[in-house]
Nanobody, 125 residues
Framework: QVQLVESGGGLVQPGGSLRLSCAASGRTFSSYAMGWFRQARGEEREFVASISWGAARTYYADSVKGRFTISRDSAKNTLYLQMNSLKPEDTAVYYC??????????????????WGQGTQVTVSS
């Protein structure tokens, strides 16, 4: 069992930055891959970024590459998403997820078996 709690969302102007956090508890944090997904109103959930169990490999959606950075801190059992140069189209509910069945991460939501409750990010002037 893994419990995930996101925080750090909010309202930010275009071009601004936010850092999302995802506190994990339960199973050993370093033993599974993790990812960030987002869902805009009326849209399907989409992949944002993912990171392997040991943080050696990261993957990004083309839409956020160069602007977002995913990282994990095993000492704090926390996953992060640093978001810079935010755009209105980044507005969505952001979810962190854990894939306890694999060490390497994937962009497929169906591979993730635990999800947080989500945190709203709104980019608007």
């Amino acid at each position: 069992q893994v419990q995930l709690v996101e925080s750090g969302g909010g309202l930010v102007q275009p071009g601004g930055s936010l850092r999302l956090s995802c506190a994990a508890s339960g199973r050993t944090f370093s033993s599974y891959a993790m990812g960030w997904f987002r869902q805009a109103r009326g849209e399907e959930r989409e992949f944002v970024a993912s990171i392997s169990w040991g943080a050696a490999r990261t993957y990004y959606a083309d839409s956020v590459k160069g602007r977002f950075t995913i990282s994990r801190d095993s000492a704090k059992n926390t996953l992060y998403l640093q978001m810079n140069s935010l755009k209105p189209e980044d507005t969505a509910v952001y979810y962190c997820a854990a894939d306890t069945l694999h060490l390497e991460s994937t962009p497929w939501p169906g591979d993730y078996d635990y999800w947080g409750q989500g945190t709203q990010v709104t980019v608007s002037s």
